[in-house]
């Protein structure tokens, strides 16, 4: 059994998706009457898990309910990995397997994360991930293994009918920039 320096045992549980490599983690909380510690990222940990170092961390805060933000990846060699987490309110969080070699290329998983389920997607590279927000003032927490990279950025449109992501609620909003993403 593998150990962990700071601790015998993981503080996260890996739950597989359909989409090979694709992971939900749950971060364990140690609650006591103050609330609770909970391990957020571990270098060691998740390393077997797609993460082996954490070049950047951006935050966003979207305001309204139903407003949808992708589907956004960077191209090779800039390819990158994201553990996404939602740390106010919550999400309906969409990856999409742009592998072409995979046998799930162009299908999508979304998954609930929320401030409650402490729920985190490990995304990785190759994937176009976006999300819709289910509450108002949403805030999400992007841990990326490669630097931002503007001129690799791209996207498929979180609309395009031939990826058919089922968004739980009516679009409030998106980017002008995500609504003129091409469909394929
Ligand atoms: C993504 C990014 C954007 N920016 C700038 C560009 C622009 O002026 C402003 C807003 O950028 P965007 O409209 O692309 O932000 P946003 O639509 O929130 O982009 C994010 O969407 C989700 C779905 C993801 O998966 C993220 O990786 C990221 O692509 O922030 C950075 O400076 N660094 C970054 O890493």
Not at 16 to 24: E, G, Q, R
Not at 113 to 126: D, G, K, Q
Request: proline residues 7%; glycine residues 6%; contains cysteine.
């Amino acid at each position: 059994m593998k150990t962990f320096r700071s601790s015998s045992m993981s503080r996260f549980t890996r739950i597989p998706t359909a989409l090979s490599n694709l992971l939900v983690i749950e971060r364990q909380r140690l609650g006591d009457e103050r609330g609770f510690f909970s391990r957020f990222f571990c270098t060691e940990e998740l390393a077997d898990f797609g993460i082996g170092r954490i070049a950047q961390i951006n935050h966003t805060m979207t305001q309204a309910k139903g407003a949808i933000r992708g589907m956004h990846f960077q191209r090779p060699p800039d390819d990158e990995a994201k553990f996404v987490s939602c740390l106010a309110g919550a999400v309906f969080d969409v990856a999409v397997d742009l592998r072409p070699q995979s046998s799930t290329y162009l299908r999508w998983h979304g998954e609930v994360l929320s401030a409650e389920n402490a729920r985190s997607m490990m995304i990785p590279p190759s994937f176009a991930h976006g999300f819709q927000t289910l509450t108002e003032n949403c805030e999400l927490i992007y841990l990326h293994d490669k630097p931002y990279a503007p001129g690799a950025e791209g996207g498929v449109n979180a609309l395009d009918p031939r990826i058919s992501i089922a968004w739980p609620l009516p679009v409030a909003q998106m980017s002008e920039r995500d609504r003129n993403f091409p469909m394929l």
